[in-house]
């Protein structure tokens, strides 16, 4: 099927999400869209799938216009969409998810079961899924969850399938299957949509390249092309791949990690007695992907989570056991993996979320009442010095861009006392010009002489940062390699193997 | 719950760069009174008007009632056709007669010429606000909280059981020590009786809403079984389930002199009103209890003790309303306690909590308007022969208008919202 | 701007389990066994206590039958002994299935709870009669406006609904059903009201909690303080000066079911009653069926558990929802019908006297299951007719701790103590579409 998009424009409020975008997808390719977090990518993939209304402009399939008025229209004109949060109901078996909106009943509208096993059982055998009917969704890796989603579209006849930022949840295990996988797809003659950021991917598979930047596009690239091109048209100037660094000034052993081990609510063991130190001055730097316990650890360092085991020491103080106040109190700064989960409060100001872990004692605190000069005062000075673009500091921190409030965040822990700095994806979703900024913070604090520990999935991050690499994988480190260990090695670690030529390096 | 399923605040569908964004649907903003908002833009974008609208649309809807059912405007309704003039009389007739009666019963009776007398309507319409603001108080508190206090009947019986207990059971002792014991005890019991559903909330994570409901019930059966016990709230000898009356010495003291019903217990209800408004506002306490309100996930990461706050406001929230019930108690209805020692009034308190906005001094506004209805109501009820239970439409009408702006937009045909 | 709506409500909006707070280990296998141990040693301490002689009979049949069975006659102390062992051995075999990590089957707690309530009633009514089939053929009847409001509020919150306006919703059935059954003279027409009154009360919450996602607690609340004062009111100035001509409608008789109705026990139990309650088996039966097994059933679940997922389907989430509470409204205004065309002739004030919130007790209860809510509305009924029972036979268990009973299971239910319960996942959370 032959997609055609013509001049299309969406628009929320005065922000222009989409402005005037035509595209053709041939039956056949994979055809890429690269560009940035919130370059308008997905919001042009909701126009396709009827999920929202475009403004201006026309969508046409193998020459007919169409009129989307719900994804239902867009399923039934042979679109297909594996939506990069699964929309499968988790308390569900495969075979219901698949046969949900696209039921075949019998009497008085009572569900066809069997008709829907047997689809899922021919294209799972098809494309050799191995995915089984009566599963139920939750209790399935991610990695299968996806082939569902995949499964979904086929069984609708999709024609056209697109994967919104498919590849963020895989193992690079996982992403080599799925990049399997499409091609598979695209030898079936369908056509393939696919939205991504990362280069590497989009160099693997694709056959036309599409870049897209603030909402426009920017034109097209090589399949050939080199990274830095890549990353030069999508964020549109000459991008530093590498953060600028000194060499570290080490100090003394300050965070020594030993045997820790951390089971979550749900009796699962995510941390499995992982080891490490860290030394004052130094950046160690946690690679691995998604889901393989770095939240665990990053939560246990902070005291968030409950079944802990095993010993944290920071300079010379257990925290283990210790309540998150009293681990806050003793300069543990914390940037969490989702700042609009446990970084903000959306509802506060900037100055009220400044105050966010200073409840307690601080300068803005006397006697149980609070000192909302003093703190006005302190904010006026922070939202200048971390450059936060706001109209001023009674803005409320939800209205700000992801950059802005991540500054507010990292304004916060950086201006309290620290020891050490733990940092989860510190430039998740953040624009280019905010990921130079935090990046550069990140350095400055391990300049002073306080550890840090920051915890990525963005590998180019992780590299960028790091003065060493410790990998995890299903909660256990796979090893604690220098930061110049070639990408390969790296990616293998990630998926739990070590080469034998790998080599712990000690603090 | 996995990652993926935690609430994400305010899911844009882009981000813009490093543009300040203030993109957010207006009906996301904040409550907080700390922060300054002008009272023109308010009226600009329309929020006071439909806040006035709201309350002129419900007063119309129980104009319609009061119409509807008036026996004069039945029958001139079977003639309508041939004078109409008749019909438009009856309606005229019957509602102002109502809203008439009513002015007289809350503010002024222009009826009788002793001063004291005409603005006595005054006093009771304050002496009816009292328990609502109190009550209003704790469930607002509660909001503050993202909490959720439905249990203020159950917490108002607790707390006014307990203070009648201490309030007849106690002979001799001086008004002194006996009244504000009976007030601190029916507090305690008031607060033990939230803080049960704030501490479950905090231990098991068993939603407030669903507990504080029961919890209504158990309270109930609870004072209802001690009013068949002797040694606790039974009248020896009597089979009615009610208390004896409170001693003389733990009876709220009216404040404006005897021919006024106006006790102590406005008086108090003022005094929680400035307490609770310097905790949200001023105190540390009342900043971690908006930030657990706000984004749970943040305080618990910032080293607030998340399950300590929910415990801690509903023992307030519960605190407040066995105020409440002491106010009825030692104050209002002091010849004993029974079982709808409430009258209504711990869901009232919701009404008043939603209409004041979870703001102290909305809630004291709010509180003052659904007071001067009760005491209007009454009047209402005896003068034009119009069921009380008007009141409560009414009351729960302007809530439900006032919870959907975009409905009384419509109905008026104002412009929407969105044109800034 | 900020409106009533715009509260910090629990974040989650609806009745999820809070993320923040500890969920408490899995020890769910070992909960029974603490349960029933207690409850077991709880029953003989009584008896030890408070021993009681003589003899109890348990009558099983009732005057008209047509084959009679004989009155069971046990020695009182001797059979609360023996039914304390039967529950002791229970507990124990719950015990070996917790050391050997196996699941509990659902006869142990059955089983259990049999076995205790006769120990406890042979007790309770020494030197008296127990008429077996009054008791629980009278709990059935005290359930049905439980079971409908129950019903209504599991469709409801399957749908991403929370519906805590089942007593308003009852409330306007049963005033409905008064008026038309007077005016028409028939209740069947007055059940039909009932069913349509229910639905206007669903279509107000739906037009606010859907349309205008204001928040649905509130949105309930507020609705069923609107509901009373608005029958209130209209009783007062309406039906009481006119109760001839619209409050005085016909009851709907009993009406045996000829053959089944026959059957011993089991006959007069569940096949002499009205035909309200026969309406109540067909409606259970059949939503237990579509909600589980029907192309209707599983787009109200999947809206209920993911409104987004189920959006990018093609079904329409918000019309989905309309529908069903509506139709779950309707349900429970049916049972609103049972307090004026069955209970007594004739609406009062209040009249449901807070069922609406037990039927809501009886869905967490049945964790938004259609048949376990159903039993759990049966457990409340039984509650309160062995309340009634226990009064006339002066048992020692002051009646108020009786009538306590549904609120405390709910609290220790929701509390987790008796099992977690799951509510959908997107309940009480309003659909945005962009």
Not at chain 1, 125 to 147: I, M, N, S, T, Y
Not at chain 2, 205 to 213: C, L
Not at chain 2, 327 to 350: M, P, R
Request: charged residues 15%; neutral net charge; glycine residues 10%.
């Amino acid at each position: 099927m032959r997609l055609v998009l013509r001049g299309i424009t969406k628009r929320f409020g005065s922000v222009v999400a989409n402005d005037s975008i035509s595209l053709t997808v041939e039956p056949g390719e994979i055809h890429c869209l690269l560009g940035e977090n919130g370059a308008g990518k997905s919001t042009l993939m909701n126009v396709l799938y009827g999920l929202y209304k475009a403004d201006e402009g026309e969508i046409e399939l193998d020459g007919v216009v169409q009129h989307f008025s719900g994804p239902g229209d867009a399923m039934a004109a042979g679109i297909g969409m594996v939506h990069q949060h699964f929309m499968l109901i988790p308390v569900f078996t495969v075979a219901e998810n698949v046969m949900l909106g696209n039921e075949s009943t019998g009497f008085a509208g009572s569900l066809d079961v069997q008709a829907a096993r047997a689809r899922v059982t021919e294209i799972s055998d098809r494309f050799g899924f191995h995915v089984k009917p009566d599963a139920v969704v939750e209790d399935l890796p991610v990695g299968v969850q996806q082939r569902v989603e995949i499964i979904k579209a086929l069984s609708r006849d999709a024609e056209l399938l697109v994967f919104d930022e498919p590849t963020a949840v895989l193992t690079p295990q996982e992403t080599d299957e799925l990049m399997d996988i499409m091609r598979q797809l695209r030898e079936a003659g369908k056509a393939i949509v696919f939205i991504t950021h990362k280069l590497r991917e989009v160099r693997e598979v694709a056959d036309r390249i599409t870049v897209v930047r603030h909402g426009r596009i920017v034109g097209e690239a090589d399949p050939k092309a080199s990274n830095a091109e890549l990353a030069s048209m999508m964020v549109g100037r000459p991008v530093e791949l590498v953060v600028h660094k000194e060499e570290p000034t080490l100090g003394a052993d300050a965070l020594v990690v030993k045997d820790l081990r951390v089971v979550d609510a749900a009796g699962v063991t995510q941390v499995d007695g992982i080891s490490f130190t860290i030394r004052a001055g130094e950046v160690l730097a946690v690679a691995g992907v998604q889901g393989n316990g770095q939240t665990e650890l990053t939560e246990a360092l902070l005291g968030l989570q409950d079944d802990v085991s095993g010993s944290i020491v920071l300079d010379g103080v257990e925290l283990v056991g210790r309540s998150t106040r009293r681990i806050l109190d003793s300069g543990v700064g914390f940037i969490p993996e989702d700042r609009q989960v446990d970084g903000l409060v959306p509802n506060f100001t900037i100055a009220e979320n400044l105050m966010l872990n200073r409840s307690f004692k601080s300068p803005f605190v006397r006697n149980g009442s609070l000192r909302i000069g003093a703190l006005r005062e302190f904010a006026q000075k922070k939202l200048q010095e971390y450059d936060v673009r706001a109209r001023d500091i009674d803005s409320l921190a939800g209205n700000l861009s992801g950059g802005n409030q991540q500054k507010v965040v990292v304004a916060r822990e950086l201006s309290r006392d620290l020891r050490l700095l733990v940092a989860a994806q510190p430039t998740r979703g953040v624009d280019v010009g905010s990921i130079e900024f935090i990046h550069k913070q990140i350095v400055a604090t391990r300049d002073s002489g306080i550890p840090v520990l920051v915890v990525s999935t963005e590998l180019d991050e992780v590299v960028a940062l790091a003065d060493r690499i410790m990998v995890l994988y299903r909660g256990q480190v796979v090893g604690i390699v220098p930061a110049d260990t070639p990408r390969e090695t790296l990616g293998l670690m990630m998926t739990g193997e070590r080469p034998d030529d790998v080599k712990d390096v000690v603090a | 719950m996995s990652d993926a399923d935690k609430p994400r605040p305010d899911e844009k569908p882009v981000d813009a760069g490093d543009t300040v964004t203030e993109e957010r649907p207006q009906d996301a903003e904040t409550t907080d009174d700390s922060r300054s908002r002008s009272l023109l833009r308010e009226i600009a974008s329309g929020n006071a008007l439909a806040g006035v609208l709201a309350v002129v649309l419900a007063v119309l809807v129980g104009s319609v009632m009061i119409a509807a059912t008036d026996e004069t405007v039945r029958e001139t309704a079977g003639y309508v056709t041939a004078r109409p003039s008749d019909f438009f009389n009856a309606v005229w007739e019957a509602v102002s007669g109502a809203y008439n009666a009513m002015f007289r019963g809350a503010i002024f009776n222009n009826l009788v010429d002793d001063p004291a007398r005409q603005w006595r309507p005054l006093t009771e319409t304050l002496k009816y606000a009292g328990p609502l603001i109190l009550g209003g108080l704790g469930v607002g508190i509660a909001f503050r909280a993202a909490m959720f206090n439905i249990g203020g009947r159950g917490q108002m019986i607790i707390g006014g059981g307990a203070a009648a207990w201490v309030g007849f059971r106690f002979e001799g002792l001086p008004t002194i020590i006996h009244l504000p014991l009976a007030i601190v005890v029916g507090m305690v019991f008031g607060a033990l009786w939230g803080g049960i559903a704030g501490l479950l909330k905090a231990r098991t994570g068993a939603h407030e809403v669903i507990v504080t409901i029961m919890l209504n019930y158990v309270g109930y059966y609870l004072v209802f079984w001690a009013l068949t016990k002797d040694w606790l709230l039974a009248t020896p000898g009597s089979v009615n389930p009610k208390s004896p009356p409170m001693q003389e010495s733990a009876i709220l003291p009216r404040v404006l002199g005897d021919q006024f019903n106006l006790h102590l217990g406005f008086v108090l209800a003022l005094v929680a009103v400035g307490v609770v408004w310097w905790v949200i506002n001023r105190s540390t306490l009342g900043y971690r209890i908006r930030a657990v309100g706000e984004n749970p996930h943040a305080a618990r990461a910032s080293g607030i003790n998340v399950g300590w706050i929910y415990t801690v406001v509903m023992l307030i929230a519960g605190a407040l309303l066995g105020l409440a019930g002491v106010n009825q108690v030692l104050g209002t209805v002091t010849s004993g306690v029974s079982t709808d020692i409430d009258a209504g009034i711990g869901f009232d308190a919701i009404t008043v909590a939603l209409l004041g906005r979870s703001r102290p001094l909305g809630i004291l506004a709010a509180g003052l308007l659904f007071g001067a209805f009760k005491a209007g109501g009454f009047t209402m009820q005896a003068q034009e022969n119009i069921s009380v239970d008007l009141v409560l439409v009414v009351q729960s009408l302007i809530v439900l208008f006032l919870a959907a702006p975009p409905l009384v937009r419509a109905i008026f045909r104002l412009p929407a919202q969105e044109a800034k | 701007m900020s409106t009533a709506t715009d509260q910090p409500t629990p974040e989650s909006g609806g009745l999820a389990p809070d993320t923040v707070v500890v969920p408490t280990k899995r020890s769910g296998s070992r909960k029974l066994p603490i349960i029933l141990g207690v409850l077991a040693v709880g029953l003989a301490i009584v008896l030890l206590t408070a021993g009681r002689s003589g003899d109890t009979t348990f009558r099983l049949a009732t005057d008209t039958d047509f084959a009679g069975l004989p009155d069971i006659v046990v020695p009182s102390a001797a059979t609360a002994w023996l039914m304390i062992v039967v529950c002791l051995a229970l507990t124990a075999e719950a015990v070996r299935r917790m050391l050997a990590h196996v699941a509990q089957p659902m006869w142990i707690p059955v089983g259990f709870a049999a076995a205790w309530m006769v120990g406890f009633l042979s007790w309770a009514a020494a030197d008296g009669r127990i008429l077996v089939v009054s008791l629980l053929g009278g709990a059935i009847a005290l359930a049905v406006p439980l079971v409908f409001g129950a019903l209504g509020g599991v469709l409801g919150e399957r749908a991403g609904v929370v519906n805590i306006a089942i007593d308003g919703q009852l409330l306007l059935g049963a005033f409905a059903a008064a008026i038309t059954a007077s005016l028409t003279g028939s209740p069947w027409a007055g059940l039909v009201a009932a069913g349509l009154a229910g639905a206007l009360v669903a279509l107000v919450l739906g037009l606010f909690a859907i349309t205008y996602f204001v928040d649905q607690v509130i949105v309930g609340v507020v609705l069923n303080v609107l509901v009373v004062g608005l029958t209130n009111f209209m009783f007062r100035q309406v039906l009481t000066p006119n109760a001839a001509s619209l409050n005085s409608p016909d009851r709907f008789p009993r009406v045996p079911i000829p053959v089944l109705g026959e059957i011993p026990l089991v006959g007069p139990i569940f096949f002499r009653q009205t035909a309200v309650v026969y309406v109540l088996y067909v409606i259970v039966a059949l939503v237990a069926w579509a909600l589980y097994r029907t192309r209707w059933g599983l787009r109200v679940r999947a809206v209920g558990e993911h409104p987004k997922a189920a959006d990018t389907v093609g079904i329409k989430v918000n019309r989905t929802r309309y529908r069903t509470i509506l139709l779950a409204g309707a349900i429970a205004g049916l049972g609103g019908a049972y307090f004026s065309l069955v209970s007594v002739a004739g609406f009062n004030r209040e009249m449901t006297g807070g069922a609406g919130y037990i039927a809501l007790a009886a869905v967490i209860f049945g964790k938004w299951d259609p048949i376990r809510a159903t039993l759990a509305a049966l457990l409340f009924g039984f509650a309160s007719n062995l309340q009634g029972v226990l009064s006339v036979l002066g048992s020692p268990v002051p009646s108020q701790f009786m009538l306590m009973l549904p609120y405390v299971i709910t609290i220790f239910a929701v509390a987790g103590l008796v099992g977690r319960s799951r509510p959908p996942a997107a309940d009480g959370v309003p659909y945005k579409q962009q």
